[in-house]
């Protein structure tokens, strides 16, 4: 089984290259993202307690977004393997998907990082506002989610390296450099 994790700071494009991923891999997706999106969406209560965080630009605890992690995974034995776009954000959930992983006598594959310069990240989310609507793409939102990133999630890419699995993408420029990137370490990592 493939198990790939697609990581960067918001906007990076982790959705718009794990669409590739999958489709040339044949993984399935998840997108932790969007899985709370849908929640906001259905009105649940996990989407009310996500929506006041998510419009903060604060993660949702770790408790809860492994819980939902793990029932994500859980509904799709059998495939080809697994893009994590979203997940994991914090070294918790990094040792939390290492474990559930284990447990199933897997692990994840390669970590892609997409490395991209802040002032270009600010474009794109203000332009992804524009167009999608998403509350969350606002100048306020976005400067507290890089602040986020910055200092919870980006440990995890020592973390990775550590683990072996990290690998390096610049991307900035073109989308089809990009994936090609991506698939020669996916591939070294195999
Ligand atoms: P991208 O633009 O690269 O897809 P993003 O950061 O803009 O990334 P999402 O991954 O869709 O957007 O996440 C949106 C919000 O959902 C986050 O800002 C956070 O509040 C919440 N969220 C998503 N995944 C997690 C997670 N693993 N842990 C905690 N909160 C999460
Ligand atoms: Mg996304």
């Excluded at 996500?50 to 859980?74: F, T, V, W």
């Excluded at 776009?85 to 692990?107: H, M, S, V, Y």
Aim: aromatic share 4%.
């Amino acid at each position: 089984m493939l198990n790939i994790v697609i990581f960067g700071a918001p906007g990076s494009g982790k959705g718009t290259q794990s669409e590739r991923i999958v489709e040339k891999y044949g993984l399935d997706h998840i997108s932790t993202g969007d899985v709370l999106r849908a929640e906001i969406a259905a009105g649940t209560e996990l989407g009310n307690t996500a929506k006041g965080l998510i419009d903060h630009g604060q993660l949702i605890p770790d408790e809860l977004m492994i819980e939902i992690l793990a029932a994500k995974l859980d509904k799709l034995a059998g495939g080809k393997g697994v893009i994590f776009d979203g997940f994991p954000r914090t070294i918790a959930q990094a040792e939390a998907l290492k474990t559930l992983l284990n447990g199933r006598g897997e692990d994840v594959t390669a970590m892609i990082e997409l490395d991209v310069p802040e002032e270009e990240l600010m474009d794109r989310l203000l332009k992804r506002g524009q167009l999608s609507g998403r509350a969350d793409d606002n100048e306020e939102t976005i400067k507290k989610r890089l602040v986020v990133y910055r200092e919870q999630t980006s440990p995890l890419k020592e973390w990775y390296k550590n683990d072996g699995k990290h690998c390096y993408i610049n991307g900035s420029g073109e989308l089809d450099r990009i994936f090609a990137d991506i698939v020669a370490a996916i591939d070294s990592k195999i």
